[in-house]
C-alpha cells in the first residue's frame, strides 16, 4: 500500500445559504494524478482552496500528509509549504523579474541562502524550459511563459502536492500544449498532483483517476479510460459529450 | 523693485526655514500614514472605524483652524508649552498624515487580492507579503500623491505665520512692513514656486524608478 497524501472526509462547504461543497469524501496516494473535472459552480476551485487553507471549510476533515487542515489556525503554514498551487491567471508577481518570481518564497518563507535560492531558480527555469527568460518580467512573457513560470514558483518550495486551478483556461490555444507538456513530464517525476482541468486528453494520458464533481459532491470517480468511456452516471455522460 | 535686494539673504533664509519644517512635517506625515494607512487595511473594524475618524476629521476642518488649536487648544488641555514652530510641526505633520493615510490606503488597496493569495499559497505571511510583494507595488500609486501632500505641506507651512512663526512669508511680511513695498512677497511667491517646482520634478524622477517590466 503506497503513503496517502490527502484524505479529505466528509467536506462541506457553505457560503451564506449556498452550499458549494456537500460531504466531499476522497483520498490522494503519494504519486497519484488525479483529475477533477465537473461543470463550472460544481465545487471543484472551491475544493482546491480548501486543501491549502485559501478558504475555510464548514465541516468534516481534510488532512495533508497527516496534518490536519484549518485555515485559521497556525498550522495552516506547515500544510502550505507542503503544497503548490497554480492558478489559473498565474498571479505573478509584477514587479518581480521571472527569477526573483522563483527564489522569493524559499529565500523569504523558508530563510534558505540567497545562492541556493538563486540555484533552485536556475534549474527550475531550465525544467520549464525556460532558461533564458530568468530577467524578463511577467509583463513580458506570453500567457504560458507566465503559467510555466508559476509551476516553477511553486516546485521552488519543493512541496509534496501540487493543484492546478484550471492551469490552461486563461491561455492562447497554441500555448496550452506547452504548458500541460511541463505538467505530463511533472506528473512523470512522480509528484502527487490534483488538476481541476478541462483538457480530457491530459486527463486520459496523465491522469491515474478522474473525479467528476458535480454540485458539490463526487458524483462518479475511476479510471481515466474507464470513466470516459463508459461513464455511469448520466450526469457524466451528459459533460463528457459536451466537453468533447 | 531694488529696495528689497539687501534682504534677499532674509528671505532666502526664510525659504529654508520653511523646507525645514515642510520636511520634518512630511516625515512624521510619512510615519503616521503607514502607521494608520496600514490599520486602516487591517481587519480589525474597530481600529479601521478610529483611523476613519482621525481622517475624516483632519481633512474637513481648515488647517488654520487646526494650528490655532495646538498651539492655543493643545496647553489649555496638557499643561504643556508649545513653540510655535512645535505648534506648527503638530499641526502640519496631523494635516499632512490624514492626505498621506489615504494615499497609503489607496495605495496598497491597488494590489489586488490575488496577490495576497499567490503569496499566502507560497506560504508567505501578512507582513512578509506587505514588504515584499504589496508594497513594491503599492508604491506606485502612493508616492505621486505622496508628492502632492508635500507640496501642500511646503505651500500649507505659510499658515503657520498666523501662529507668530517667522517662516518664508511671515519674513516677507515684515519685510514689507519696513520697506513698503510689495516686492518681498513678490520673491516669497518666486520662492515657493522654485520649491514646489523643484519637488515635482523630483518626485517625476523617482516615480520612474519605480517604473518596471513592459508597462
Not at chain 1, 73 to 96: C, D
Not at chain 1, 119 to 129: H, I, M, Q
Not at chain 2, 108 to 132: C, D, N, P
Request: with cysteine; hydrophobic share 50%.
Amino acid at each position: 500500500m503506497t503513503a496517502e497524501m490527502l484524505a479529505v472526509d466528509a467536506v462541506v462547504k457553505r457560503y451564506g445559504p449556498r452550499t458549494v461543497l456537500n460531504g466531499i469524501s476522497f483520498r490522494v496516494a503519494a504519486g497519484e494524478v488525479l483529475v477533477v473535472i465537473g461543470p463550472s459552480g460544481g465545487g471543484k476551485s472551491t475544493l482546491l482552496r480548501c486543501i491549502n487553507g485559501l478558504e475555510d471549510f464548514s465541516a468534516g476533515r481534510i488532512a495533508v500528509d497527516g496534518l490536519p487542515v484549518h485555515a485559521r489556525s497556525a498550522g495552516i503554514w506547515e500544510v502550505r509549504k507542503r503544497v503548490g498551487m497554480i492558478f489559473q491567471h498565474f498571479n505573478l508577481f509584477p514587479h518581480l523579474t521571472a527569477r526573483q518570481n522563483i527564489e522569493l518564497a524559499p529565500r523569504r518563507a523558508l530563510g534558505l541562502p540567497a545562492a541556493e535560492c538563486r540555484a533552485r531558480a536556475e534549474a527550475l527555469l531550465a525544467r520549464v524550459g525556460l532558461a533564458e527568460f530568468g530577467g524578463q518580467y511577467p509583463g513580458q512573457l506570453s500567457g504560458g511563459q507566465q503559467q510555466r513560470v508559476a509551476i516553477a514558483r511553486a516546485l521552488a518550495m519543493q512541496p509534496k502536492l501540487m493543484l492546478f486551478d484550471e492551469p490552461t483556461s486563461a491561455l492562447d490555444p497554441e500555448t496550452v500544449g506547452e504548458v500541460l507538456a511541463v505538467m505530463k513530464e511533472l506528473a512523470l517525476g512522480g509528484m502527487t498532483m490534483i488538476v481541476v482541468t478541462h483538457e480530457l486528453n491530459f486527463a486520459k494520458e496523465v491522469g491515474d483517476r478522474i473525479l467528476f464533481m458535480d454540485a458539490g459532491v463526487v458524483a462518479e470517480e475511476g479510471p481515466p479510460e474507464m470513466l470516459l468511456s463508459r461513464p455511469q452516471n448520466p450526469r457524466t455522460r451528459q459533460f463528457i459529450q459536451a466537453v468533447l | 523693485m531694488e529696495r528689497v535686494l539687501p534682504y534677499l539673504g532674509l528671505l532666502v533664509r526664510g525659504a529654508l526655514i520653511t523646507l525645514e519644517i515642510s520636511t520634518l512635517s512630511l516625515a512624521c506625515s510619512l510615519l503616521i500614514g503607514v502607521l494608520v494607512g496600514l490599520v486602516a487595511t487591517s481587519r480589525a473594524s474597530a481600529a479601521r472605524a478610529a483611523a476613519r475618524v482621525y481622517v475624516e476629521f483632519v481633512r474637513s476642518v481648515p488647517l488654520l483652524v487646526q494650528i490655532f488649536f495646538v498651539y492655543y487648544g493643545l496647553p489649555l488641555m496638557f499643561r504643556l508649552n508649545l513653540s510655535p514652530y512645535q505648534a506648527a510641526t503638530i499641526a502640519l505633520s496631523l494635516y499632512g498624515g490624514a492626505y498621506m493615510v489615504e494615499a497609503v490606503r489607496s495605495g496598497i488597496q491597488s494590489v489586488g487580492k490575488l496577490q495576497w493569495e499567490a503569496a499566502r499559497a507560497l506560504s508567505l505571511g501578512y507582513w512578509r507579503t506587505m514588504a515584499h510583494i504589496v508594497a513594491p507595488q503599492a508604491i506606485r500609486v502612493t508616492l505621486p500623491a505622496a508628492i502632492g501632500i508635500f507640496i501642500s505641506l511646503l505651500k500649507g507651512s505659510s499658515v503657520a505665520s498666523i501662529i507668530g512663526f517667522v517662516e518664508l512669508l511671515q519674513t516677507a511680511i515684515n519685510i514689507r512692513n519696513s520697506i513698503f513695498s510689495l516686492s518681498p512677497l513678490f520673491v516669497a511667491g518666486v520662492l515657493y514656486f522654485l520649491m514646489c517646482y523643484g519637488l515635482s520634478r523630483f518626485g517625476g524622477r523617482v516615480e520612474a524608478r519605480f517604473r518596471y517590466g513592459a508597462s
